[in-house]
């Protein structure tokens, strides 16, 4: 499958996904998870739960803040989203937190934050 992306900041050249930056390709992998999700509502399968594991820190602040609104959209209609993060800013933004502490020895503990 051959994947291009218009990128219409740059007069709509047509990009590979070797010409991508990291952050670029993250955005590109999301849109299609989401797209994903949408047309398969189509064929009789509901999706209602959408987890993303890492991709943020690859984007540089004035990026992060387009992905994360739509994110919370999506919750907003009655999605789950699930964010595995280390990036403060979506930490920040995100309400219901799922916080894995390391206490040595391999193992861990498990906490709830609300805020």
Do not use: C, W
């Not at 189509?42 to 739509?70: T, Y």
């Not at 994110?71 to 789950?80: F, K, N, P, T």
């Amino acid at each position: 499958m051959l994947v291009q992306v218009v990128d219409n900041d740059m007069g709509g050249q047509v990009r590979g996904l070797h010409n991508l930056s990291g952050g670029e390709r993250f955005l590109v992998s999301l849109v299609l998870a989401l797209g994903l999700a949408e047309m398969s509502g189509g064929r009789g399968v509901k999706i209602e739960s959408l987890f993303i594991d890492e991709g943020f820190g690859a984007l540089d602040p004035a990026s992060l803040g387009q992905p994360l609104a739509l994110l919370e959209r999506l919750h907003a209609s009655g999605r789950r989203v699930g964010v595995i993060s280390h990036v403060e800013e979506l930490k920040e933004r995100v309400p219901v937190k799922i916080e894995v502490t390391p206490t040595g020895r391999g193992t861990s503990t498990i906490g709830i934050a609300y805020g």
